[in-house]
């Protein structure tokens, strides 16, 4: 009943996200249910059938702390306001963070809330006390009005999953009459 549930709120996100993205109330709608559907997929929960039965049940225990040394994000800033750019535009920011940690950070995957929103990120461990960037670029393109992104680090901290977020006010582009 859950995977259905799962795959309905994913169906749900993909179908909003494929109309523009343009309305302020939508854009908050689609994020909180990127948010569920990203936590629902932290807890193992299959997104789709064939996932389903690739992995094993899951469980609805909460995340538990590990034991031993972990290593820490310290991010200068969670989140970047880009203003108010031009439709098509493609804009970058470079979030920065250091490892305030007790072990080597290890980034496994970093994925935007959606196929406009594109994340690089250090592929070798940062060392305790070590910096590094996680570069996102934001491509306006089809996606006038507010845009709200979330980018999910999924790494060996506590809890796995850290979120960065972007915004943008996309001007939309002049149509042809």
Known sequence: MRNITLLSAVVAVFALTMTGCSNADLESRVSRLEGRVAELEGKGIASSRATATA?????????????????????????????????????IHVFEFENTGD???????????????????????????????????????KKPGIQNKTVTITANTFPKQTRIKIKANVTPAATDS
């Open 55 to 91: 992995q094993p049940a899951a469980t609805n225990e909460p995340e538990v702390k590990p034991d031993g040394p972990l290593p820490v994000f310290a991010f200068a800033e969670e989140s970047h306001d880009f203003g108010t750019i031009n439709e098509g535009d493609k804009v």
């Open 103 to 141: 072990a080597p950070l290890i980034i496994s995957d970093a994925k935007g809330s959606c196929g406009c929103t594109v994340p690089e990120w250090p592929k070798e461990p940062i060392g305790i006390g070590e910096k590094g960037e996680i570069k996102v670029e934001f491509n306006s393109r």
